[in-house]
């Protein structure tokens, strides 16, 4: 397969799908179909924490099962009902609302004996064991689902078979959901005008990061949309920044022939641009790929030093193997089960089953 170029006007198309949600599957053959979270029980998630609590220290450690309740919200009750500050509370990572997931909070051990107060119809805690750290966000290798999809097409269980099949040998394309777009899908837009040197209303610092964390996931949706549609997804090329499965390390691509075979056994993985003065660089026609982007968006990579300390930059995997796949049809409904690294969207694994928006 030759090496492509695009410029920038072509790169505006990957753009317009990416703003739209309209994004490229990875997979071919028709989708399932189907109704995801038709209850919150259709949908169940466990965090993986990064390690266990000690047993000793300053913190609690609180793992709570919750339905039907954001994290965030989870955390404002547990501040209510414990007099804590919302900073006082640490989370590893945010989870749907829409859901049964269960995860770890914590906070001081001081109120130890009153943790039982967290409970409520929609809160429960399952433990509560003292720890040295407060919890940060991304202290979790990952998360286990349990999810069903109803009301999907008569032969879904045949056809989900054989999307898996592909996924396990390709991958599926690790987009950000369009949670991280906001309701509306506009959550980016103050980001890419205060980027732009636009004058925009003062923002909180929360939503300030959260404006432009969005532009960053906007932009490598982009990145991945393009890729696939230029039939690079699975094409590693010199000057490609790679990522080794096992210990995330990234690095250059210097032999091309060398790291295809290495990204085809699943020992690496390519990756795209999260935007930012410490992300890795690219060389050479991938270089041109990144920066035809930016141009596309009315950006450079000069754009994020202003704000620097939110949008350091970083590279993120272009596609994801789910760990321990099982489908299983039962009447007119599917059942999943899986594990994903952190900071991956189930959502982006079930657009390649349902292939519907």
């Known amino acids: 397969m030759t090496r492509q170029r695009r410029d920038p006007d072509q790169v505006i198309d990957g753009q317009a799908a990416a703003a739209s949600s309209e994004l ?3 997979t ?19 965090e993986i924490p990064a390690y266990e609590p000690s047993g000793e220290g300053e913190f609690l450690f609180v793992r709570i099962e ?68 407060k919890l940060k966000t991304g202290h979790l290798r990952g998360n286990t689902f349990r999810i ?37 899908g506009t959550t980016d837009d103050n ?18 990061r959260f404006t432009l964390s969005a532009v960053q996931s906007r932009l490598f949706n982009t990145w991945i949309a393009v890729r696939i549609t230029d039939g690079l997804s699975r094409q590693v090329l010199e000057g490609d920044v790679m990522q080794v499965v096992a210990s995330k390390g990234p690095f250059v691509v210097a032999d091309s022939a060398v790291e295809q075979a290495r990204y ?28 035809q982007v930016l141009d596309a968006f009315g950006l450079s990579g000069e754009s994020f030093q202003k704000y620097r300390k939110l949008t350091s930059g970083t590279r993120r995997p272009l596609v994801i193997w789910p760990q321990d796949l099982v489908v299983k049809g039962v009447e007119n409904e599917l ?19 349902q292939k519907t928006e």
């Not at 056809?159 to 690790?174: D, V, Y």
């Open 24 to 26: 490229p599957f990875l």
């Open 28 to 46: 071919t053959g028709p989708g399932i179909g189907g109704i995801l979270k038709q209850s919150p029980e259709d949908f169940f998630v466990d």
């Open 66 to 133: 919750k339905r039907g309740l954001s994290t965030p919200d989870l955390v404002r009750h547990i501040g209510h009902v414990l007099s804590l500050r919302v900073e006082d509370i640490g989370c590893a990572g945010r989870k749907d609302a829409n859901a049964v997931t269960r995860q770890y909070v914590s906070i001081p051990a001081t109120k130890a004996e009153l943790v039982e107060q967290i409970n409520t119809n929609y809160v429960t805690v399952l433990s509560a064991e003292r720890h040295g750290n």
């Open 148 to 184: 069903v999809i109803r009301n999907t097409v008569a032969d879904a269980e045949e056809l989900a078979t054989n999307i898996a099949a592909e996924i396990s040998r390709t991958g599926f394309p690790n987009y950000f959901g369009d949670q991280r777009f906001g309701n509306d």
């Open 191 to 208: 980001g890419f005008r205060l980027l732009r040197g636009e004058r925009v209303r003062r923002l909180s610092r929360d939503g300030l």
């Open 264 to 291: 085809e056994s699943q020992e690496t993985v390519l990756t795209g641009p999260i935007f930012g003065p410490k992300m890795k660089q690219p060389t050479g026609i991938p270089e041109e790929r990144e920066q």
């Open 335 to 353: 059942q999943f089960s899986f594990t994903l690294p952190s900071g991956v969207y189930a959502t982006s694994l079930f657009r390649e089953f």
